[in-house]
């Protein structure tokens, strides 16, 4: 009987310390993967010269029911005034116009610029046609243009803390009882090997 109690008791223990440290972890590990799916990669993100003329980007492939961000992005900021005059659409593969918008206007010290944002429909292979209508003075800055879903990393900043806060109070314990138990199991064994 005394057998069958220390087998029950080592299994509670070590059910229940095992079922804390997953609850406890978890939150955080979900958290961790939303973050890692919040930073999805642009579809596209190619460079651009902004010369006058008509600029179509390669084919790229919408992954994502959320808004899509039309950028202008320079690796460094270009020169300040700088006019940036440009019509832009996004076209499907089967010719029509999903999106399309218009963007004029000076560079104020920024090396981004939202041209625009639309809908895509996901898995629809698509492509942006640029009509820059001057040549953009880059000052020795290069241009890339950029679509994509809007990075929500930090929408998730406030939930850190609160699992941070549940795996310590939750899965904390759920550590201390198996160490308690391995403490225990490595007391018997001693025990056990010195009796005769």
Not at 174 to 186: E, F, H, P
Request: charged share 15%; aromatic share 8%; net charge neutral.
């Amino acid at each position: 009987m005394n057998a069958v109690k220390k087998w029950l008791w080592n299994k509670i223990l070590v059910s229940v310390g095992c079922l804390l440290v997953v609850a406890g972890v978890t939150p955080g590990a979900y958290l961790l993967v939303r973050l890692g799916n919040s930073h999805d990669q642009k579809p596209l993100s190619v460079p651009v010269s902004l010369k006058q003329g008509v600029f179509t980007s390669p084919y790229f492939t919408a992954g994502s029911g959320s808004d899509y961000l039309v950028d202008l992005n320079w690796d460094m900021i270009p020169a300040r005034q700088t006019l940036v005059d440009l019509d832009w659409k996004i076209v499907a593969d089967n010719g029509s116009v999903v999106e399309q918008g218009t963007f004029n206007s000076a560079l104020r010290g920024a090396n981004t610029i939202r041209l625009g944002s639309y809908k895509p429909i996901s898995g629809q292979r698509e492509q942006i046609a640029l009509d820059v209508h001057q040549d953009v003075d880059q000052g020795g800055a290069h241009a890339k243009l950029e679509i994509g879903p809007q990075d929500t990393s930090w929408e998730l900043s406030d939930e850190i803390p609160f699992a941070v806060g549940w795996a310590a109070f939750v899965a904390g314990p759920g550590v201390i009882l198996l160490i308690i138990w391995l403490i225990l199991q490595a007391v018997r064994r001693k025990t056990s090997a010195v009796r005769p």
